[in-house]
């Protein structure tokens, strides 16, 4: 009996070792698969459906699939998205990638390249207090409208458009630029402006709300542009272009989905993201954006849409010098993204 008892003993205590080594408890085998993930804080421009492939992404797990613990921060503008990129708050920013030129013009040294593009068109609309069917661009004049922060891409396409249709921005109509981003919607529901321009799901919600009504897009309007850009400082590019090309790879696998399921399934994946708006919302708000064809197919940054973009920022006045595409374009992980799919 004391044999059989010792050889159980021993059979018991192998048993234990086998287990230990293999990882077989659920809290070792969850702290090692957390281990194995690198933390990143991107920092996005806002928080809005626009950005579905982006959401898509984190819940269908594709940044885990590619090692990254993803932690997301909502900047509320590219001002205060690249000041977080700049400081070492934020690993990766996401926002209008003018903000890169400005920084690079200023003459860093450390300055911010653009790695990959997400979406091929402006994400706002033009919300009237009224119903207008019949709205022409020209009712605009004489009155007054919420627009962006002055230099922000919203802001400045905003006036690009209206240049295009004979309007002067300055002399036609006042565009109000005092109102923080994140709080253009409440302003314009408590009495101020005519017209406002809006992200979704903001002017969706306007418009069920009876408080406005969604007259024209912006990006219809505007065409193809190079509106929102990933981009990291160039001095951590140089560092970790394996964390670079882990996170591209996980947004192009986003922008796989969302180019080839239906607005209700890439509603239901992001939902998640945006609880206190109603699914029927979110899915005809992913229907607007996918019927005026917004996100790419790929992320690749191409040089005539950054010459498209130093084109508005100078019809603006706000760059005067040649800015070297080179310098803050990498299309590297891009391309390598489309390889590894």
Same mark, same amino acid.
């Given at each position: 009996m004391k044999n059989l008892s010792k050889k159980a003993l021993s059979l018991f205590l192998c048993l234990v070792l086998i287990c230990s080594f293999? @990882?077989?408890?659920?809290?070792? =085998?969850?702290?090692? *698969?957390?281990? #194995?993930l690198t933390k990143i804080t991107l920092n996005e421009v806002a928080h809005s459906i626009f950005?579905?492939?982006?959401?898509?992404?984190?819940?269908?797990?594709?940044?885990?699939?590619?090692?990254?613990?993803?932690?997301?921060?909502?900047?509320? @503008?590219?001002?205060?998205?690249? =000041?977080?990129?700049? *400081?070492?708050? #934020?690993d990766i920013g996401f926002m209008g990638s003018e903000s890169s030129v400005y920084v690079y013009e200023e003459g860093s040294s450390d300055y911010c390249v653009n790695?990959?593009?997400?979406?091929?068109?402006?994400?706002?609309?033009?919300?009237s207090r009224n119903s207008e069917p019949d709205f022409k661009w020209t009712d605009l004049k004489g009155k007054n409208v919420i627009g962006g922060r002055d230099g922000g891409m919203p802001e400045m396409l905003f006036e690009y458009i209206l240049k295009k249709h004979g309007i002067s921005p300055k002399?036609?109509?006042?565009?109000?630029?005092?109102?923080d981003f994140g709080s253009t919607s409440a302003a314009f529901t408590s009495g101020i402006g005519d017209y406002t321009i809006e992200f979704e799901p903001s002017a969706t919600l306007l418009e069920q709300q009876n408080s406005g009504y969604v007259v024209s897009s912006l990006g219809?309007?505007?065409?193809?542009?190079?509106?929102?850009?990933?981009?990291?400082?160039?001095?951590?590019?140089?560092?970790?272009?394996?964390?670079?090309?882990?996170?591209?790879?996980?947004?192009?696998?986003g922008l796989d989905y969302v180019n080839s399921h239906s607005s209700e399934e890439i509603a239901n994946v992001i939902a998640p993201q945006f609880k206190e708006t109603?699914?029927?919302?979110?899915?005809?708000?992913?229907?607007?954006?996918?019927?005026?064809?917004?996100?790419?197919?790929?992320?690749?940054?191409?040089k005539e849409s950054f010459e498209l973009l130093l084109d508005i920022l100078k019809d603006a006045g706000?760059?005067?010098?040649?800015?070297?595409?080179?310098?803050?374009?990498?299309?590297q992980y891009s391309k390598d993204a489309l390889q590894n799919k």
């Amino acid at each position: 009996m004391k044999n059989l008892s010792k050889k159980a003993l021993s059979l018991f205590l192998c048993l234990v070792l086998i287990c230990s080594f293999a @990882g077989c408890s659920p809290n070792r =085998t969850e702290k090692t *698969s957390n281990a #194995a993930l690198t933390k990143i804080t991107l920092n996005e421009v806002a928080h809005s459906i626009f950005y579905a492939p982006q959401y898509a992404a984190i819940e269908l797990g594709y940044f885990k699939d590619e090692g990254i613990d993803l932690e997301l921060v909502t900047g509320f @503008g590219a001002d205060k998205v690249m =000041t977080s990129l700049v *400081s070492g708050d #934020a690993d990766i920013g996401f926002m209008g990638s003018e903000s890169s030129v400005y920084v690079y013009e200023e003459g860093s040294s450390d300055y911010c390249v653009n790695f990959a593009q997400l979406t091929q068109r402006a994400g706002n609309f033009l919300v009237s207090r009224n119903s207008e069917p019949d709205f022409k661009w020209t009712d605009l004049k004489g009155k007054n409208v919420i627009g962006g922060r002055d230099g922000g891409m919203p802001e400045m396409l905003f006036e690009y458009i209206l240049k295009k249709h004979g309007i002067s921005p300055k002399e036609d109509l006042n565009i109000i630029q005092n109102v923080d981003f994140g709080s253009t919607s409440a302003a314009f529901t408590s009495g101020i402006g005519d017209y406002t321009i809006e992200f979704e799901p903001s002017a969706t919600l306007l418009e069920q709300q009876n408080s406005g009504y969604v007259v024209s897009s912006l990006g219809t309007e505007s065409g193809y542009v190079p509106y929102t850009a990933y981009c990291v400082k160039s001095s951590y590019l140089k560092k970790n272009p394996k964390i670079v090309q882990s996170f591209t790879n996980a947004i192009q696998k986003g922008l796989d989905y969302v180019n080839s399921h239906s607005s209700e399934e890439i509603a239901n994946v992001i939902a998640p993201q945006f609880k206190e708006t109603d699914i029927a919302t979110i899915t005809a708000i992913v229907e607007r954006y996918s019927s005026q064809d917004t996100w790419k197919e790929d992320t690749v940054f191409a040089k005539e849409s950054f010459e498209l973009l130093l084109d508005i920022l100078k019809d603006a006045g706000k760059v005067t010098a040649e800015i070297p595409y080179e310098k803050l374009v990498t299309t590297q992980y891009s391309k390598d993204a489309l390889q590894n799919k």
